[in-house]
């Protein structure tokens, strides 16, 4: 119980002195997944709605495969990018491994299939609804995927912020592609791994505790928006 | 009316899903500013005639013919046509919006657009409910803004799926009027209906389709007075027709 404690004061401490170190690292927890989600929204959302209006060969496959993609282990992805990244692989040159980059490109590849399979399902079933009265109009191509796209944006909210979700919330990929290095990548969630390992679990828990709330905090400000517009949402 | 699509001569349609036959042989033809009323028994394959007409389904045989060049296919035809569905399908955005998307999509360039989308509004009596989402107008009034939507672009012809299925009398009224006033304004009306009292009131000609079939065409009046077949006979009796 006295670990406990001494987390919530602990937490509330570095909190209300403006711990510069605590500010930096969720400065960047923040700004890499926002960064990873953004990027993951524009292609995933491209993506999984593209799926829903067409028809093609191998589609049912694709669908397969973006829901079996939803659960990608963090780390195998991790893996992955650190091999790409490393001096011996491919993508070596660019010196990007230990860096941001590398851990929004990790958190990116996370993400974007959570975001496309997501789309797939609510693009598709609005489609359903609109399929006769756009094709009486003539919509197609980019203006149907445009179209659906738009009118899908609450439900798209909700999509992006299961993203936002994972990606805040993963470890094993930023780990292992950021290498966890004070001042430069460390995240909320690689810094608690490392002061649980170091016994120091007050601040572990302190940290979990400002994780937590950032992540109510950022659905508590998204479901505020999508409350006010949220009249149109299911109606 | 010289580049109107219209008239419209649909030849020998057939539709078949999986070996049934749906529609049968059915010819029949819209000319410009007409008013055409298709009636018959539940099932009997009114809804997929509009959208065998309007180009939503393809017809497993049969001809289709609009008068346009082969070199004005395709959006032309999209954008000199329009349908009303029984259920009103509106976007998730403002009643405006609603209007203007459509507009756009037939083509309005952006000076036409503003006013065309202004005396749709003015015409459905929703202009000072231009800002609403569109889903939040009652039943009523979304069907009217569907109707409105679709005439906006005043189109060649207009297909209506059962548009007052499930409208309050006032409504269906209010949407009657819009019809009668589109038509005196050249646009050629196919109203899919159950409702014979509407079809009295608004029909210049009936098609009287059962099983898939054209049964009986001709001047509403001659097919209210004297109806030919015994299909229609007891369509208007009241009496189940199978």
């Avoid at chain 1, 170190?21 to 993951?40: K, M, N, P, R, Y």
């Avoid at chain 2, 009217?144 to 309050?168: H, I, N, Y």
């Avoid at chain 2, 019809?179 to 159950?194: D, K, M, S």
Wanted: glycine share 10%; hydrophobic share 50%; proline share 4%.
């Amino acid at each position: 119980m006295g670990d406990i404690q001494a987390a919530f004061s602990l937490a509330a401490n570095l909190i209300l002195s403006g711990d510069a170190d605590l500010f930096e690292i969720v400065g960047l927890s923040l700004s890499v997944s926002v960064t990873a989600v953004a990027i993951a929204c524009a292609i995933g959302m491209t993506l999984g709605a593209v799926v829903a209006v067409t028809r093609f060969p191998g589609r049912g496959a694709i669908i397969v495969l973006l829901n079996a993609l939803m659960g990608l282990p963090p780390v195998v992805v991790g893996l992955a990018v650190y091999l790409m990244l490393s001096r011996a692989g491919p993508l070596g040159v660019l010196g990007l491994l230990y860096t941001p980059t590398a851990m929004i490109i990790a958190q990116t590849i996370l993400v974007t299939p959570v975001v496309a399979a997501l789309t797939r399902q609510v693009v598709e079933d609005l489609h359903r609804e609109y399929d006769e009265a756009l094709k009486s109009l003539g919509v197609r191509g980019l203006g149907l995927v445009r179209t659906l796209l738009w009118d899908a944006r609450y439900s798209l909210i909700t999509v992006a912020l299961a993203g936002f979700g994972r990606a805040v919330a993963e470890v094993g990929a930023v780990i292992i592609v950021g290498g966890n290095i004070d001042h430069l990548t460390r995240m909320m969630t690689t810094a608690i791994a490392l002061e649980t390992s170091k016994g120091n679990l007050a601040l572990a828990l302190g940290l979990g505790i400002v994780l937590v709330g950032i992540s109510l905090v950022v659905n508590g400000a998204v479901s505020g928006l999508g409350g006010v517009a949220g009249r149109s949402r299911n109606v | 009316m010289s580049d109107s699509i219209l008239p419209l001569a649909a030849r020998n349609l057939r539709y078949e899903v999986n070996g049934t036959v749906l529609i049968d042989d059915l010819s029949i033809s819209v000319v410009p500013g007409s008013f055409t009323v298709v009636l018959g028994p539940n099932g009997a394959g009114k809804s997929l005639l509009l959208r065998l007409l309007h180009g939503l389904i393809v017809p497993t045989s049969g001809k289709i013919d609009w008068s346009v060049g082969a070199e004005l296919r395709g959006r032309t035809l999209r954008q000199r046509q329009a349908m009303v569905f029984q259920r009103p399908v509106l976007l998730r955005r403002s009643v405006e919006a609603n209007v203007r998307y459509a507009l756009k999509w037939q083509g309005a360039g952006p000076g036409e657009l503003k006013e065309a989308a202004e005396s749709a509004l003015h015409r459905a009596g929703l202009a000072d409910r231009r800002r609403v989402p569109a889903r939040l107008l009652s039943v009523g009034e979304q069907q009217r803004l569907v109707v409105a939507r679709a005439l906006a672009g005043k189109p060649d012809v207009l297909f209506l799926d059962e548009p007052t299925a499930s409208l309050d009398p006032a409504s269906v009224q209010q949407i009657e009027s819009l019809l009668i006033e589109a038509n005196a304004a050249g646009t050629a009306i196919v109203l899919v209906t159950h409702d014979i009292g509407q079809a009295r009131r608004l029909g210049h000609e009936i098609a009287f389709v059962h099983r898939g079939r054209l049964v009986e065409s001709g001047g509403a009046e001659s097919f209210f007075s004297d109806p030919q077949s015994d299909a229609a006979r007891a369509y208007l009796k009241g009496e189940i027709v199978v």
